[in-house]
Nanobody, 123 residues
Framework: QVQLVESGGGLVQAGGSLRLSCAAS????????IKWYRQAPGQAPGKQRD???????????NYADSVKGRFTISRDNAKNTVYLQMNSLKPEDTGVYYC?????????????WGQGTQVTVSS
């Protein structure tokens, strides 16, 4: 079984920065891709979450238009950890940020979700 654990959320003023971490742990596994999603305030749990950024095992990255130039996704393979550096934060970046992983473990390819970390940007 693989677990994804997010950390790094918090309260920050507009224009500030935060760095989120998504650490994968468990039995032998390989990460195919990690994505960050945001659930905005008022959205019911389980409703559509917005893709923020993603990174593949090959290092390819993609970003939502709303965060391009402000957010950077990166990874530390030795630590099985993916980071989301968020700069120039805006109030509309507020939400619960979830880590989503496409992971192969025990010969099975499946997806995993973390528990989420709250990011609040005050104006």
């Amino acid at each position: 079984q693989v677990q994804l654990v997010e950390s790094g959320g918090g309260l920050v003023q507009a224009g500030g920065s935060l760095r989120l971490s998504c650490a994968a742990s468990g039995s032998t596994f390989s990460i195919n891709a990690i994505k960050w999603y945001r659930q905005a305030p008022g959205q019911a749990p389980g409703k559509q979450r917005d893709l923020v950024a993603g990174i593949t095992s090959g290092g390819s990255t993609n970003y939502a238009d709303s965060v391009k130039g402000r957010f950077t996704i990166s990874r530390d393979n030795a630590k099985n950890t993916v980071y989301l550096q968020m700069n120039s934060l805006k109030p509309e970046d507020t939400g619960v940020y979830y880590c989503f992983g496409l992971i192969t473990s025990g010969g099975l390819f499946r997806d995993y979700w973390g528990q989420g970390t709250q990011v609040t940007v005050s104006s």
